[in-house]
C-alpha cells in the first residue's frame, strides 16, 4: 500500500501560477505511474497528467496542456503539478493517485489515493 499527501493548493487569480506536490511513501511497484486527477462540485473526477516511474514519459489532458507540468523528484518520492496560467474553470480539488503499470487516464485503475487539495481560481 502506498500513502499519498498533497500539499500546495490554495487560492490563485486567474493568470496565476500554483504548484501542489505529493509526498509519497510505502511500497511502490518496480514498475508504476503518478497521475494527478481533479474533481469539481457536481462533476466526474477528471485526468489531468501523469508520469512514469522514472519521469521519462508525461501524459496530459488536452485541458491543461502548455499550462500544467507533472514532473517527480524520486530522492525525495515526491510528485509535482506545476500549474501556470490559471483559468477560473481549474478550480476544482486536486488529487494525487498511484498506478501499477503504465499510462492511463482511468481513475478506477489507480489503487491508491491522497486526501486531496482544494484549488480555487477566481476571475
Known amino acids: 500500500q502506498v500513502q499519498l499527501v498533497e500539499s500546495g493548493g490554495g487560492l490563485a487569480q486567474a493568470g496565476g501560477s500554483l504548484r501542489l506536490s505529493c509526498a509519497a511513501s510505502g511500497r511502490t511497484f518496480s514498475s508504476y505511474l503518478m497521475g494527478w486527477f481533479r474533481q469539481a462540485p457536481g462533476k466526474e473526477r477528471e485526468f489531468v497528467a501523469a508520469?512514469?516511474?522514472?519521469?521519462?514519459?508525461?501524459y496530459y489532458a488536452d485541458s491543461v496542456k502548455g499550462r500544467f507540468t507533472i514532473y517527480r523528484d524520486n530522492a525525495k518520492a515526491t510528485t509535482y503539478l506545476q500549474m501556470n496560467t490559471l483559468k477560473p474553470e481549474d478550480t476544482a480539488v486536486y488529487y494525487c493517485?498511484?498506478?501499477?503499470?503504465?499510462?492511463?487516464?482511468?481513475?478506477?485503475?489507480?489503487?491508491?489515493w491522497g486526501q486531496g487539495t482544494q484549488v480555487t481560481v477566481s476571475s
Open positions: 508520469i512514469n516511474w522514472s519521469g521519462g514519459s508525461t
Open positions: 493517485a498511484h498506478r501499477p503499470g503504465g499510462n492511463s487516464s482511468d481513475y478506477s485503475t489507480y489503487d491508491s
